[in-house]
């Protein structure tokens, strides 16, 4: 794909002007809250909101357009999906560093044009009623989402550099939806990227284990919450109590099934990524007060 200086110009004076009008208009725009993201910060039993993993793989193969379409079309309150670049400069939901997994094709994301990708075949692997199915690009994905009301949960795979964060931004003001959007990551040069080119845009940190201080980590990288596994909640129980305390929300993935759902409302945590999303949706409706 070959981008038009002009246009790509054009388009990056338009984002800019939007961040500008957002942070004069919104002083404290670099600083957006837990709550207004992910609504009040729950207590122990309190029901968490539901995220899709990768769309509704239960129904579909993951991060392609009809998994993430289903997800946009159900009850849920998060879609959840990954995004890297093609060796082109081209943002495309893949979760693995290479295709061999979920297409036809072998080799690096990052090694591979968007032309070569998009030649692939995403769902045949899945089941042949996906036959044919391709890897869908950023802009796909947020023009399917634009058109809905659901909030995104962005993972930025592996390092990004600025320039690359300026690829989803273009999309991202361009279509409106940046109110709707939490980018996260693992990787936290990358998030402090994410501070600097787009502070109205709220930010979670993708941990494994729980450092000692989660909440210094959350607020030294300007973070709303921290996602993370049960398994380091059941290592640090007060973690959770702690987060809440500094306004900060805590999510748990990847979970699958009741008695992990169970555990994790125990704890309080405010969001559930899941494979099993209309399932854990239906579950939370019958098993927990205030839904």
Same mark, same amino acid.
Request: hydrophobic share 45%.
């Given at each position: 794909? !070959? ?8 388009? +990056? ?52 357009? =009809? ?58 692997? *899945? ?31 592996? *390092? ?8 989803? #931004?273009?999309?991202? *003001?361009?279509?409106? !939806? ?9 990787? #936290? ?9 787009? =502070? ?19 607020? *030294? ?35 699958? +099934? ?10 309080? !945590? ?18 927990? =007060?205030?839904?």
């Amino acid at each position: 794909m !070959v981008t038009h200086p002009l246009r790509r110009g054009t388009a +990056s004076a338009i984002v800019t002007l939007a961040l500008v009008a957002v942070l004069l208009l919104v002083p404290d725009a670099g600083r957006v809250s837990a709550t207004s993201m992910i609504g009040a910060l729950r207590a122990p039993g309190d029901p968490a909101f539901v995220a899709g993993h990768r769309g509704d793989r239960a129904h579909a193969p993951e991060n392609t357009m =009809p998994a993430l379409e289903r997800a946009l079309a159900s009850g849920l309150d998060f879609v959840e999906t990954d995004v890297q670049l093609t060796a082109d400069g081209v943002p495309v939901l893949m979760h693995d560093e290479t295709v061999d997994r979920t297409t036809d094709g072998t080799g690096a994301v990052a090694e591979l044009s968007l032309a070569e990708i998009r030649a692939l075949d995403a769902g045949s692997w *899945y089941d042949t009623e996906f036959a044919g199915t391709r890897v869908p690009t950023f802009d796909e994905f947020v023009a399917a989402f634009a058109g809905s009301r659901k909030k995104a949960i962005i993972e930025l795979k592996g *390092y990004w550099t600025p320039d690359g964060i300026g690829t989803l #931004l273009d999309t991202i *003001y361009l279509r409106g !939806v940046q109110s709707r959007i939490v980018f996260a990551s693992f990787d #936290l040069t990358t998030v402090a990227h994410l501070a600097d080119a787009a =502070p109205d845009i709220p930010r979670a940190i993708l941990k494994r284990d729980l450092p000692r201080d989660p909440v210094g980590l959350a607020d *030294y990288y300007g973070a709303i919450a921290i996602i993370t596994t049960p398994a380091s909640l059941e290592a640090d129980p007060d973690a959770v109590e702690r987060m809440h305390a500094a306004g900060l929300g805590v999510l748990v993935y990847t979970l699958n +099934s009741e008695k992990r759902w169970s555990d994790a409302l125990a704890f309080g !945590v405010d969001g559930i990524i899941t494979d099993k999303p209309s399932k854990l949706d239906g579950w939370i409706a019958k098993t927990a =007060p205030g839904t």
